[in-house]
């Protein structure tokens, strides 16, 4: 019912969010299929998610009609369409770049905005009284997806059985 599929900050503007994060440059490496963390991809795979980006092979889901921010060039792409194969972003297509997705599920984004997920770099669970679970469950729906989590408090407290809690409880 809001203006952001995945939550945003309301107000803020793409360049401002580079600024905060030292991203405002527009990186040449960059390209609308690359940038992407390319860990634990095999060969197989990513032929798979180029013929799925470029139309040749169906796709699991397209997401349509977003307003796609690229924090990496400080850019919003009205119109765009995002191709998904496999679990991971396959393209990202502007407007009429899109008319060959051919994909399973296909959903009208109606023009809100994709994000990619935050990062918070420094925080302490514990100091949230609530379990890495509930952290999770907290934080997430706001675009939250990752954290740099410093256990240093509990450990101080609670030692090395407390740390091991933590680390299996994440």
Known sequence: ????????????????????????YRN????????????????????????????????????TNAKVVDVMNCEVIPGATVVIDGGRIAAVLRGGEAKSVNARAVFDCGGKYLIPGLMDAHVHIESTLLTPGAFAAA????????????????????????????????
Do not use: W
């Open 1 to 24: 019912k809001g203006r952001y599929v995945t939550p945003a900050r309301p107000g803020g503007t793409v360049r401002h969010l580079c600024r905060i994060h030292g991203l405002g």
């Open 28 to 63: 040449p490496r960059i390209t609308r299929t690359g940038g992407f963390c390319m860990s634990g991809v095999t060969l197989e795979n990513l032929k798979r998610g180029i013929d799925a980006a470029l139309g040749r092979k169906e796709s699991c889901l397209a997401l």
């Open 139 to 170: 934080v997430l729906p706001c675009g939250t997806t990752r954290v740099v989590a410093d256990p240093h408090e509990i450990a101080n407290v609670g030692g090395q059985l407390a740390l091991r809690y933590m680390y299996d409880a994440a």
